[in-house]
């Protein structure tokens, strides 16, 4: 995202939509609808139209949630000042080297690098003692180690960064994933090595490089879950297994997603999910996903979530540069990697904002040989910035007065009135900058109030969900279906039940199913019929028996094409009772409020940015 200059006051922005009385800008819906828009895609009336209808339950989101207070907790507060603190201030970027810049993020795009590092947090204003002190540790710590393992334990016994106990792993990640400085000091570093002390805004830092691979790009996949949540270890492990092994079996794909998965999102895809790479799935899931080839499956794989099943449907390769350009471009500015230094930043300041100082004033308060006569001085004008005038006495308010003023004191008071003034004006002087502000800002409101009002409600609610898939059981159809038990096989437990007859045979398993000690020894589920008769011994009979590899399925009864049951598709279930209270929730949110959209204005929009 581009933070450029314009010339635009809010006074300016043209009124698109109004709720009550709060105004909602086209600039604000467009900087946000652009944010998600290809370049190559036209702006066109009905998909602004219905982008600006989301917009406007967006707004009315964190209208509610402003009105019920959640602005104003101690949490919230610290949380959004903690991300706006981390904001790039659009007034520090400069524009030298760009062209380098960009060419050595392109080249680092081609690059993966997994490591570890151990980080002593250094404040930017620390003392020099404190400063050298943690210089000092690392420097000496790199010469004892030898080994990843070696590094590991130093990283637990002396990091300060959360991935200490982790024995410092950072796992995989490529340009823009890190520091400037500490991506640079990565990639500069050889594979086993450890690199020099670093600085960052953080601290120090030294790094281990365990690996470099050549990026792998992104990957599209899709997959079979079985969350660690919903079972122990074992179990997932265990329910991913079969799946497994069914799919080599020859059952379909898509049968298995729908019937099995977890991941109430996918499942009814095909388990299909995003184009990623790096940083937006698990590293355990990229790490074998990047090693198939296109069609290929994977064996179960564990996540901190739970168990995989993956198969790789697409890879999309690191672009060209041209490509990617405006991509990269942002991302510098993002980055802060093109900053100005801290005296190119206050000079670039003075100009922009015609600072204007007082040269005869300051020559006095240096020369001054009394506090008697530094009082005398406090309503005379230090400087200016845009006419606004800093006198004397502000310099001097909440400080120790002596008589000794150096000039250093003077400049380090007007820088530090210049980036105030700076950051003051910066939302104004940059209106996408204050769009992001805000951004951060509702994002967050919107998350607290969508917890409070829909998501928690639909998780707990199960009276709710019971009643809702009762009303819409006729959107959950199920095909011809087998009754199933599946047992670990053993030699005289297969003999057994193909000896035992119809009811006692049922009663028996249905036993072995409700025993407090089943453990997955016995499995019972409803499996479609084009998936079970996919196994060559299969017969087509009930209650049959028939062994698949180290499993022994036992076939109870033929179930007629109808509905799932709710204990069979409870996830995807909880999915859509969360639409239907957020679909209710947005209708009396509209009741209470007056809306009103001005079309003259939404048509303006489109003809100017076409």
Known sequence: MLLLVVQISKAQERVIATIDEQKISAEEVLYAYNKNRADTLPLNYDSLNLYLERYINFKLKVLEARAQGLDQSKTFQSELNGYLKELRKPYTEGLNQEEELIEEAYARMQTNIKAAHILIPVQPDASPSDTLQAYTLLDSLRSTINTAEDFANAARRYSKDGSAQNGGN?????????????????????????????????????????????????????????????????EARLLAQKTYDSLQNGAKWGDMAKKYSEDAQTKLKGGALPLAGLRQLPDEYLEVAFKLSVGEISTPAKTPFGWHVIRLDAVQPVPELPIILRNIQEQIKRSGRNELTDKALIDKLKKDYNYQSESQVKELIIQANSIEELNKLKVETLFALEGRQFAVGEFLKDRNLKVEILPAEISKFESERIISYADSIAPIQYPAYRFLMQEYEEGLLLFEIMESEVWNKAIIDTVGQLDYFRKNRTNYPAPERYSVFELDYTESLLDSLIKADKTTLINSLEGLFEGENNELKIVKKRVEVSEITSFEAFKDEAPSTFRVDDKIFVVIEKIEPGFYEYDEIRGLVIADYQNYLDDNFIALLRSKHKIRTNKKVLRQTINENN
């Open 170 to 234: 950072l796992g995989w990640f490529t340009v823009f994933m890190m520091v400037y400085p500490f991506e640079s000091a990565a990639y500069d570093t050889e594979i086993g090595q450890v690199s020099n002390v670093v600085r960052s805004q953080f601290g120090y830092h030294i790094i281990f490089v365990q690996d470099k691979i050549e990026a792998a790009g992104k990957v599209r996949t899709s997959h079979i879950f079985f969350s660690t949540r919903m079972h122990n270890d074992q």
